[in-house]
T-cell receptor, first 115, second 111 residues
């Protein structure tokens, strides 16, 4: 069975540019979450989407946006890139949104480097 | 592979010994906790979870202990193996699978 897939795996951008990261959840999972992991730290929650609607947002500026498509795949967009946006961006999917019984499955991440 | 963390606290153990990794959490209202293992170049992988109405849960070679009084979690790995070498994170699930992760601990297993 395919796990959570993310693309691209690595990318390099320059300050001020825009980036789009993509995520396909595990088949049957309707909830997708995005996390940012800066080197040396734990992942930080950015967004959660469920049934194509934003259900949660972490403490990130408006330069960060996301959406979920009818097939439950998702995109994370970051505008006006800053050096501090360099990180591993992780996508996670789960079958259910609410409650605490839905295990979160993470993809391998997209490594973004901003020069 | 790419390192997931260069300045993390490190626990070094001998192969076959038991490992104990500790974590302090922040939100006393958190009612669900998870331990993740992250190998270099990979995403976090679920190890074991525990609800706040429990103080201990056992899996295969792993045990999680929860002390709500002092807001402390620990992960015990029995008979640590080289394949256990990774960075370990605890996470609080405050609402609807929106996780708050701790800072992580690097486990190094010496053969």
């Amino acid at each position: 069975d395919a796990g959570v897939t993310q693309s691209p795996t690595h990318l390099i951008k320059t300050r001020g540019q825009h980036v789009t990261l993509r995520c396909s959840p595990i088949s049957g999972h309707k909830s997708v979450s995005w996390y940012q992991q800066v080197l040396g730290q734990g992942p930080q929650f950015i967004f959660q989407y469920y049934e194509k609607e934003e259900r949660g947002r972490g403490n990130f500026p408006d330069r960060f946006s996301a959406r979920q498509f009818p097939n439950y795949s998702s995109e994370l967009n970051v505008n006006a890139l800053l050096l501090g946006d360099s990180a591993l961006y992780l996508c996670a999917s789960s079958f259910i949104r609410t409650g605490n019984t839905g295990e979160l499955f993470f993809g391998e991440g997209s490594r973004l480097t901003v020069l | 592979g790419e390192s997931v963390g260069l300045h993390l606290p490190t626990l070094s153990v001998q192969e076959g010994d038991n490992s104990i990794i500790n974590c302090a959490y922040s939100n006393s209202a958190s009612d669900y906790f998870i331990w993740y293992k992250q190998e270099s170049g990979k995403g976090p992988q679920f190890i074991i979870d525990i609800r706040s109405n429990m103080d201990k849960r056992q899996g295969q070679r792993v045990t999680v202990l929860l002390n709500k009084t002092v807001k402390h979690l620990s992960l015990q790995i029995a008979a640590t193996q080289p394949g256990d070498s990774a960075v370990y994170f605890c996470a609080e699930n405050n609402a609807g699978n929106m996780l708050t992760f701790g800072g992580g601990t690097r486990l190094m297993v010496k053969p």
